[in-house]
């Protein structure tokens, strides 16, 4: 279940509650991440700032509909500045496969969150929808 307001999101799952607010440091974020049972390499592999544009186009529009589904939405923050933290995925349950964790952080808060699978048929998953099967546990 995913409760959220203006300024506000939490997502509850079973007896746990996570918090998309509190991302001071690395380690909150990896901490974020690893509370939907994603294992990561603990450096990102990139950090990027960057300003949301007024308009999106087709491409950041459909980005926008995945982060809806998990209580987001990144129109909200048109035009701020917000910083992108990827992460590789080191707990993907197909050998061979890929994945890095995205986070978007304008301020201390997450704006955005996905789960990409980098291979050649990959796709785009809501950090907090993941599907069942596709992690090692």
């Known amino acids: 279940v995913i409760f959220g307001r203006s300024d506000s999101v ?3 799952s079973g007896d746990v509650s996570i918090r998309f607010d509190g ?3 690395n380690e909150d974020r990896v901490a974020f991440i690893e509370s939907f049972g994603v294992s990561v390499d603990k450096t990102p592999v990139e950090e990027k700032s960057f300003r ?8 950041v529009a459909g980005y926008n509909e995945i982060q809806k589904t998990q209580g987001l939405d990144l129109s909200k923050y048109k035009n701020k500045k917000v910083t992108r933290y990827t992460y590789t995925v080191t707990n993907m349950k197909v ?3 890929q994945a890095t964790v995205n986070l978007f952080i304008y301020r201390d808060r997450v ?4 789960l990409t699978d980098t291979s050649e048929d990959g796709k785009v998953y809501a950090l907090s929808l993941l599907p069942s099967g596709l992690l090692k546990q």
């Open 52 to 59: 949301l544009t007024d308009e999106f186009d087709r491409v």
């Open 10 to 12: 939490m997502a509850m």
């Open 95 to 97: 050998a061979n496969s």
């Open 23 to 25: 991302m001071e440091e």
């Open 111 to 114: 704006v955005a969150a996905d």
